[in-house]
């Protein structure tokens, strides 16, 4: 696999298409009241387990490049650019979403507007997913830091991530702390480490047990699947969307790590072929953001529209109709907002910042006046011939001093 190849992971699209689609049907599925149906219901109330897969996703691809660059020995990558993709690719879609759903629902908007939720306030009923981007906003913020640490102990880093992430969970249930903390980023910071971790193995070079089972992603969804399967009963606690109570959210917790794991590494790191990495899942992959922000709305216009009353059932009606509708919100989402905000963004992080601009002005006008003080006088009768050689000059094809 070539240097190009490895740099563009279309996998990774289609698995992100299927975080969403997890999400999606997971919040269907309590609606609907499917989560109570035996064994399948049990299923689609752990498929939370695709926020899992976002956070592990955002871990690696986030810190992939610092990976590369502290093996190869070259400087980070730059923050500037870095912050103003980040906000780009976040925050406009989210306020989009927010102003329609402050148009018909009780949203508290200063705590919302800034991403704090979860923080102060309370969650927004069609915004209640939007408790991982508040997550996900703060690890942007620590991931430099913890770039910069890991550049001499990547090891103790990452390792530490997890263990604070257990510490953070234990601590919020022993010490009976509010369980809002449970959602903050400390208390995941082993899904991003995860992903941070995989980036540091391929920077380096794979282990070759490691490389085998990459390069086997039926194995690695055969071992997620079953992983989740056994999570389904009590030993990872009740099936809700809310804080886990107990010991179970530890167990709860890591299960979540390893099967997002496990779906990241074929996907990272194995052959870029196969369903994930095909044309149409990779477009629903890029629209993925806008589908995980717009379902829940569109679970409500469904629900509105249709009089399904609430745990009434029709789980696949109510699929197909919230699937269609937030799909084609998020394709929307991204002409119309994601994707032009993300050029700007990359207009903005090329050109050079406003001191930097006025400093290289000053400075060649600095140098225009030495080179110009510095330049003898000639006399009037050379001057003709200067411009005669100009003129032939950019004829050959350029100007004077290019040549």
Avoid: N
């Avoid at 030993?235 to 990241?264: D, F, H, M, N, S």
């Avoid at 589908?291 to 829940?296: A, E, Q």
């Avoid at 509105?304 to 699929?319: E, K, N, S």
């Amino acid at each position: 696999m070539g240097t190009r190849q490895r740099m563009v992971l279309p996998a990774l699209d289609g698995l992100r298409a299927v975080a969403a689609a997890a999400v999606l049907l997971t919040h269907v599925a309590y609606r609907t009241g499917e989560t109570t149906q035996g064994a399948g219901g049990a299923v689609l109330a752990r498929l939370d387990a695709g926020v899992a897969v976002f956070f592990v996703l955002s871990g690696f691809l986030l810190y992939r490049p610092h990976a590369t660059a502290r093996a190869a020995g070259t400087p980070a990558p730059s923050l500037r650019r870095y912050a103003l993709r980040r906000a780009a690719r976040i925050l406009p879609a989210y306020w989009a979403v927010l102003a329609v759903a402050a148009g018909y629902s009780s949203v508290p908007l200063v705590t919302h507007l800034w991403l704090g939720q979860t923080y102060a306030g309370r969650l927004a009923g069609p915004l209640t997913q939007t408790w991982s981007l508040c997550t996900e906003l703060a690890f942007y913020a620590a991931l430099p830091v913890l770039a910069a640490l890991a550049r001499r102990w990547e090891v103790p880093v990452l390792a530490g991530c997890a263990v604070l992430a257990y510490g953070w969970i234990a601590a919020v249930h022993l010490l009976d702390l509010p369980d809002r903390m449970l959602l903050w980023l400390p208390g995941h910071l082993d899904w991003f480490a995860a992903g941070m971790a995989v980036a540091a193995l391929a920077a380096r070079g794979l282990p070759p047990l490691l490389a085998q089972l990459a390069a086997w992603p039926g194995t690695c969804w055969a071992t997620a699947g079953a992983l989740l399967l056994v999570v389904t009963g009590p030993v990872a606690g009740p099936l809700t969307l809310a804080p886990v109570p107990g010991p179970a959210a530890l167990t709860k917790e890591a299960a979540y790590a390893v099967v997002a794991t496990l779906l990241l590494l074929p996907a990272a790191l194995g052959p870029q072929r196969g369903p994930l990495a095909s044309a149409p899942m990779r477009w629903l992959g890029r629209i993925s953001y806008g589908v995980f922000l717009w379902h829940l709305i569109v679970l409500d216009a469904v629900y509105r529209v249709t009089g399904i009353p609430d745990f009434g059932g029709r789980i696949l009606a109510v699929t197909v109709l919230t699937a269609a509708g937030a799909v084609a919100a998020g394709a929307a989402s991204w002409a119309l907002v994601e994707r032009p905000a993300l050029r700007l963004a990359d207009r903005l992080a090329r050109r050079p910042p406003a001191g930097q601009r006025r400093g290289e002005h000053a400075e060649r006008r600095g140098g225009e006046q030495l080179a110009g003080a510095a330049r003898p006088d000639r006399p009037r009768r050379d001057r003709p011939q200067q411009a005669r050689g100009g003129q032939r000059a950019a004829r050959a094809g350029g100007p004077p001093a290019a040549r």
